[in-house]
Every structure is written in structure tokens, then in C-alpha cells.
């Protein structure tokens, strides 16, 4: 076994009884990273020399008898959309050119804190719009399984990394499936955390009231340690939660007398059969395990989520654009006329087409004149969205769902289309719109061998025991394989 394909506990573990140095560990997942990137394109940026520099720090640290953290020398690929300083931060736009942030994210600070080393920084759809990683200037990432097709998006360079052994976990950020729908496509684990459980300091913002960042690894137990370090207040976020200490040490949860809800308007939705068998197969499991299934309602969901979920991204979204002007980050143009024109330059040049489409759908949508009809009318629905999701949970423990309705799609196919790539994120995107978390857990391959993903909901703060779900249903379905990588 390479260490390369070490999960992060046993990696960390390695480490810290000095089996093999922290910069053993980095090198091997560096080689894996170079041999894989052709084909995949997961990574903007790779810190090489910053990254050794870490492990290095790592090592000696250890031989010093300092207390090593729960991460130690564990390599670490993060979501171009995460603010690290003096290393480039680009989410995924030509905008920011070569912007090398003069500050952290927190949740940056907390993994370092806690051991963990720097191997890169991932590709992703421009500013978190988009679930293919298509729409990103620097060109698509493909998938770790088939390189003819998308890993999803927008966090698909994160996923991509950790199914491929680049490194044993990732961040990514999720406004509205961007870890749980990567994660499903790349045969990985992805935790949404409810929202303001994790620091949103530092990261690059799309649809404030929605983004929330989280991770993804190889096995449950991974999610477990992580959230472990990433959970806790930041009085430098006013959304982050005050008082609020979860339980995240990994205890498989028994099934029995659980109710697993399933929600009744998505059964008349059409699924490729890959995930029909899975949700079939799925809630056999948890019969069998005990569980009782029960099915709840979530009509307006179903008929109003997407709509208003695009009406107040957008609108978050051109709003936070806003400051990419030019001046105060990234790229600039010297052959403007005065400063009218140089915004429009930097801004017509800058953003790609995704990206411009949004903000003059968010201009439109929060004009005074239309604002009550459309944003502020959004923003009504979601409260109803929450409402609902809190009666649905007083009958069931947790919600089963798919995460999406399709495998993934051919590189470029899906793009084209924007309509049919928001309809398609009908199974996340309501769960930020409540701010609830959800797991994206792995059941197996399909026949043409795709990782098959679907998702458990949770209430707020229910973040431990969804993992120790988690857990269970690991231990039944198995634990996915590391990719091909493309090679
Ligand atoms: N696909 C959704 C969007 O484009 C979600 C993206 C995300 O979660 N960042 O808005």
C-alpha cells in the first residue's frame, strides 16, 4: 500500500508514531497529485514548496516532543474559494487574476492549527456557480472515475482530489449542493454542516445567507475528526453560532426504532436506475437494520424551492460581486477611459458568462420596482421551506434522499443548458434554504462503474449524530475505493 492511499486517521496516526515523517506522506500524495493532474485537473494551484516546508515543520515538531495535533502532516487540498495567505486564491475566476490573499480563512488557521499541511488549492465552478466545475476560467476538472465526465461542482476539484488519493480530505463550500453533490459524483463523503457551525471568514462569498463550508474524505470516521476541529464559534463571523458544542466523536448510531423519512412528492421524480436501486436498496438496509420508514411531505419544496432558491442566490450573488471592480482586488485594465469604463472592462473581461448572467439576474431581481415580487417573495417561501422541513422532522429522525437525479454527465454535455443544471439540484439545494446539514454517503458502483451517492437531512444541529448514521450505513454499504485517477 502506498501512503498515498492512507485514510486521514490512519495517516495522521502514521505520523504521529513516526512510521513513516510527514514529508514521506506529502511526497507520496504529491507523485499521486502530478500523476493524475493531466487527466484531471483538480488543482489551480499546488504548494509544492510551501507544503514541504510544512511537513517538514511537522517532523520536527514531533521529534521535539511537541504535542502534535489531530491532523498532524495530514495533507489537505483546499476550494480556490478559501482564503489563504500569500498562497493565490482565485475562485475559479479570471477576475482575481494572481490575487494572493493578505489573510487566512479561519477554517484554514484550524486545520494548520491542528497539523494539517497545504498540498493545494482546487478547481472549481467561477465563484461556486455551477455543478460541473465547467464554468471555471482555469478549464474544467474531469472525473477520478471516467475522465470523459464532470466530478460535479461547484467544490469538483476537492472531490476530484480526495477520490483520486491526492489527499486524505478536502474543503469545499455548499450554498446549494456543492460539497454533497461532488461528493456523490467522485464516490467520496460530503458534509454540509448546518448552517453557522463552520466559520465562513476568509471564504470568497456567492449567496451569503446559503454558503457554508465542509469537508470531504474517504470514510466517515475522516468527517468525524474534521468536523471535530472546524465546529466552533468565530466571533469573526457574525453568522457563526454562539454556544453551541456538538458531539463529534464517531459512535455508530443503532438503527433501530429510527424513523428514516422519505419524502412524498419526490416519488413521482424520475431517477436513472442506478439510484433508483440505490434508494431501494438503501432502505432495505435500514429495514433490516431496524428502522422504521416513514414518509413526509415537503410539498412546497418540491414545487417552489428551486425557483426561489436561484432568486435569492442570485441576488446574494450580484450584490457580493460588486467589489470586483478592479481597484480594491485582482485584475485590472490600463486601456480604459475614465473610471466608468474601467469597471465595465474589468467586469466584462473578467467574469465569465455563468458568472455575468447571474448578476444581471440578481440586478433584475432586487430592483426596487420588483424587488417585493421576486427577492422578497423568495425569501417568504424559504421561511415556509424551513417550516415545513421542521414538521417533516417531528415525524421522522432523519430524511433519505437522492442527491441528484442523474450520474454524472459527459464533460461540456450539461453546460449548455443552464435550466435543466439548476432543475437538477432540486435534492440539495432546499437543504441550505433551511440551513439543515446533509450527508452525501457512498453505496457502491454503478454498472458502468460510477460511485452511486445518495443523502441523509438532518435537523439543525443534529451534525454528530447524522456522521454516526454515517457510520452505519458505512459499515453495511462499504467504504469507496480510491479512483483510477484518469490513469
Ligand atoms: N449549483 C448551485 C448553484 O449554482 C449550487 C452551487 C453551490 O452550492 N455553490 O448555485
Known amino acids: 500500500m502506498e501512503l498515498y492511499e492512507l485514510n486521514l486517521r490512519s495517516a495522521a496516526e502514521g505520523v504521529r508514531t513516526k512510521k513513516f515523517s510527514a514529508l514521506e506522506l506529502f511526497d507520496s500524495c504529491l507523485a499521486r497529485a502530478a500523476a493524475c493532474e493531466p487527466n484531471l485537473s483538480a488543482l489551480i494551484t499546488t504548494t509544492v514548496e510551501a507544503g514541504r516546508e510544512m511537513a517538514r515543520r511537522a517532523d520536527e515538531r514531533l521529534a521535539k516532543g511537541e ?25 475559479g475566476s479570471a477576475i482575481l487574476g494572481d490575487w494572493k490573499p493578505p489573510y487566512d480563512a479561519t477554517v484554514w488557521e484550524l486545520l494548520r492549527d491542528a497539523g494539517a499541511v497545504l498540498l493545494g488549492k482546487s478547481n472549481m465552478d ?11 476560467a482555469f478549464g474544467p476538472t474531469r472525473n477520478p472515475w471516467d475522465a470523459t465526465r464532470v466530478p460535479g461542482g461547484s467544490s469538483g476539484g476537492s472531490a476530484a482530489a480526495v477520490s483520486a488519493g491526492y489527499a486524505p480530505f478536502s474543503l469545499g463550500s455548499d450554498t446549494g449542493g456543492s460539497i454533497r453533490q461532488p461528493a456523490s459524483y467522485c464516490g467520496v463523503y460530503g458534509l454540509k454542516p448546518t448552517y453557522g457551525l463552520v466559520s465562513r471568514y476568509g471564504v470568497i462569498s456567492y449567496g451569503s445567507s446559503l454558503d457554508q463550508v465542509g469537508p470531504f474524505a474517504r470514510t466517515v470516521g475522516d468527517l ?43 416519488q413521482g421524480f424520475t431517477l436513472e436506475a442506478p439510484i433508483a436501486d440505490a434508494m431501494a436498496r438503501v432502505r432495505g438496509l435500514l429495514e433490516d437494520a431496524g428502522a422504521e420508514i416513514v414518509e413526509v411531505e415537503l410539498p412546497i419544496v ?59 439576474a440578481g440586478t433584475c431581481l432586487t430592483e426596487p420596482v420588483r424587488s417585493e415580487e421576486y427577492y422578497v417573495a423568495a425569501t417568504k417561501v424559504r421561511t415556509l421551506i424551513a417550516q415545513e422541513f421542521a414538521k417533516a422532522f417531528g415525524a421522522a429522525d432523519f430524511i433519505l434522499q437522492p442527491v441528484t437525479p442523474a450520474l454524472p454527465a459527459p464533460v461540456g454535455g450539461v453546460d449548455e443548458d443552464a435550466m435543466k443544471g439548476y432543475e437538477s439540484d432540486l435534492y440539495t439545494l432546499p437543504v441550505n434554504m433551511a440551513g439543515l446539514p446533509g450527508l452525501s454517503f457512498f453505496t ?7 460511485p452511486v451517492g ?15 448514521v454515517g457510520l452505519t450505513l458505512e459499515a453495511m454499504l462499504g467504504s469507496p475505493r480510491i479512483a483510477k485517477g484518469g490513469l
Request: hydrophobic share 35%; aromatic share 8%.
Open 67 to 91: 504535542e502534535p495535533g489531530p491532523l498532524v502532516g495530514v495533507p489537505v487540498v483546499l476550494k480556490d474559494n478559501l482564503c489563504t495567505k500569500g498562497v493565490r486564491t482565485t475562485a
Open 224 to 266: 468525524h475528526a474534521i468536523m471535530g476541529v472546524l465546529a466552533r464559534h468565530d466571533p469573526r463571523d457574525s453568522s457563526s453560532v454562539r454556544g453551541k458544542r456538538l458531539d463529534f466523536s464517531p459512535i455508530p448510531e443503532d438503527l433501530k426504532g429510527k424513523r428514516i423519512g422519505l419524502v412524498r412528492e419526490f
Open 126 to 136: 467561477e465563484f461556486a456557480m455551477g455543478n460541473t466545475c465547467g464554468s471555471s
Open 454 to 468: 445518495l443523502q441523509l437531512v438532518g435537523p439543525r444541529w443534529s451534525d454528530g449524530r447524522l456522521l454516526n
Open 302 to 360: 418540491a414545487r417552489y424551492a428551486v425557483s426561489c432558491y436561484y432568486a435569492i442566490a442570485m441576488s446574494e450573488a450580484h450584490t457580493n460581486l460588486e467589489r470586483y471592480d478592479g481597484v480594491r482586488y485582482g485584475r485590472t485594465v490600463d486601456d480604459a477611459e475614465g473610471i466608468k469604463e474601467m469597471f465595465e472592462r474589468v467586469r466584462s473581461r473578467g467574469f465569465g458568462i455563468e458568472v455575468k448572467s447571474r448578476i444581471i
Open 444 to 450: 457502491g458502483y454503478s454498472p458502468s462503474e460510477l
